[in-house]
Nanobody, 123 residues
């Protein structure tokens, strides 16, 4: 059974940093592109970033470029999202996802999802 479990959410002030972690089990982690999505109240789930399984290529949505960094450790079956200079607009539930595709940016392209972790940024 595949499980993705997110850690590290919380309440912070604008300008602060948070680091989310996603621990995966039940899958061959090194064979999956890992991503972070987020969903704010009243909004659709949106893509944030992915890191590919083959070459570790990364990709970010424009609103987080230069502020967020995605990384992975295949030996630990873990992917992280370092979030710096957080803004109130970053407030959302953040989801970890796994896909066998190389460069997926649509939620439909992902095979497995975590339960989500709340990130709240106050102004």
């Amino acid at each position: 059974q595949v499980q993705l479990v997110e850690y590290g959410g919380g309440l912070v002030q604008a300008g602060a940093s948070l680091r989310l972690a996603c621990a995966a089990s039940g899958l061959t982690f090194s064979g999956y592109t890992m991503a972070w999505f987020r969903q704010a109240p009243g909004n659709e789930r949106e893509f944030v970033s992915f890191i590919s399984w083959r070459r570790g290529n990364t990709y970010y949505t424009d609103s987080v470029k230069g502020r967020f960094t995605i990384s992975r450790d295949n030996a630990k079956n873990t992917v992280w999202l370092q979030m710096n200079s957080l803004e109130p607009e970053d407030t959302a539930v953040y989801y970890c996802a796994a896909a066998t595709r190389q460069t997926p940016v649509l939620s439909d392209e992902y095979d497995y999802w975590g339960q989500g972790s709340q990130v709240t940024v106050s102004s």
